[in-house]
């Protein structure tokens, strides 16, 4: 079964674009979890959507955003980028939310960097 | 609300000796801990978990980990020690928001493992 799949894995914007992220679960798994990886901060939860539908939210401003398709394909989408938002965005995927004892399988995460 | 620590953030140890990546945590209720793994330019990957039953997880690669109430642990160990080995760590506990009644994960700030040949 093929893992989670991020695209694309590297990414180099300058201050005040816009990016957008994409992850694809694992075939079957309708939970997508996105976290933000920095050297300062460690990993931090950003949003989670299930069934098209966010279900939790981290602390993050709103220029930090996301969706779901219905085949559970997710993308995340950061306006207006600031040098701060330079970081490895990983996605994870489970196959129900909510369940916690479900276990979160992380792609390999799309490498951010803002100039 | 829910909170994991891992109080190294560097591990040494030599090749072919047992190794042991602390964890402690703090939750309110019954504890759903996890351990993963990052190596360099890629996600993480999942060793193993706590829900309930033995104190004593076994997972993946040869890792386990030991959930202590008491002492509020659980500390990643493995008995001998690979050159491989040598990583990120992080330690995970689900985080319950009561009023939504929705799920998420916090993480520990990780550990480096190096082992060294």
């Known amino acids: 079964k093929a893992g989670v799949t991020q695209t694309p894995r590297y990414l180099i914007k300058t201050r005040g674009q816009q990016v957008t992220l994409s992850c694809s679960p694992i075939?079957?798994?309708?939970?997508v979890s996105w976290y933000q990886q920095t050297p300062g901060q460690g990993l931090q939860f950003l949003f989670e959507y299930f069934s098209e539908t966010q279900r939790n939210k981290g602390n993050f401003p709103g220029r930090f955003s996301g969706r779901q398709f219905s085949n559970s394909r997710s993308e995340m989408n950061v306006s207006t980028l600031e040098l701060g938002d330079s970081a490895l965005y990983l996605c994870?995927?489970?196959?129900?939310?909510?369940?916690?004892?479900?276990?979160?399988?992380f792609g390999p995460g799309t490498r951010l960097t803002v100039l | 609300a829910q909170s994991v620590a891992q109080p190294e953030d560097q591990v040494n140890v030599a090749e072919g000796n047992p190794l042991t990546v602390k964890c402690t945590y703090s939750v309110s209720g019954n504890p759903y801990l996890f351990w993963y793994v990052q190596y360099p330019n890629r996600g993480l990957q999942f060793l193993l978990k706590?829900?309930?039953?033995?104190?004593l997880v076994k997972g993946s690669y040869g890792f386990e980990a030991e959930f202590n109430k008491s002492q509020t642990s659980f500390h990643l160990k493995k008995p001998s020690a690979l050159v491989s080995d040598s990583a990120l760590y992080f330690c995970a506990v689900r985080d319950i928001d009561e009023s939504s009644g929705t799920y998420k994960y916090i993480f520990g700030t990780g550990t480096r493992l190096k082992v060294l040949a």
């Open positions: 706590y829900i309930t039953g033995d104190n």
């Open positions: 075939s079957g798994h309708r939970s």
């Open positions: 994870a995927s489970s196959y129900a939310s909510g369940a916690g004892t479900d276990t979160q399988y």
